[in-house]
Nanobody, 129 residues
Framework: QEPLMESGGGAVQAGGSLRISCTDSGNTYFDECIAWFRQVPGKERERVAHIHTHYRTVSAYYLDSVKGRFTLSRDDAANTVHLQMSDLKPEDTAMYYC????????????????????WGQGTQVTVSS
């Protein structure tokens, strides 16, 4: 598998916005789940959002604490998923990872993170108060 390429991230003040992106250049099947996870040192990784490549973005899943602030979008021609993060809070500070898994339906996207087989190296998001 080609590694996932993440971009974006950085440092911003509370209330600000950032966009992080994930490109899956090795995806020739276009039938997969793409998810964003985040992790803070010493804590478990948590799923932030996910979407299936064949479903409209209104079907995306979001962690309760980011609903209304984070939005997934897809650029299918570029095999890229963007996570637009607005009204950022200090508690959003984390390393953000994108991950993919082959799947025929969006219900498979809800499976454990261990079922996601391809991971990016992570991009740091830091929100200061």
């Amino acid at each position: 598998q080609e590694p996932l390429m993440e971009s974006g991230g950085g440092a911003v003040q509370a209330g600000g916005s950032l966009r992080i992106s994930c490109t899956d250049s090795g995806n020739t099947y276009f039938d997969e789940c793409i998810a964003w996870f985040r992790q803070v040192p010493g804590k478990e990784r948590e799923r932030v959002a996910h979407i299936h490549t064949h479903y409209r973005t209104v079907s995306a899943y979001y962690l309760d604490s980011v609903k209304g602030r984070f939005t997934l979008s897809r650029d299918d021609a570029a095999n890229t998923v963007h996570l637009q993060m607005s009204d950022l809070k200090p508690e959003d500070t984390a390393m953000y990872y994108c991950a993919t898994r082959a799947a025929t339906s969006i219900t498979q996207c809800h499976t454990a993170e261990s079922r996601y087989t391809n991971w990016g190296q992570g991009t740091q998001v830091t929100v200061s108060s």
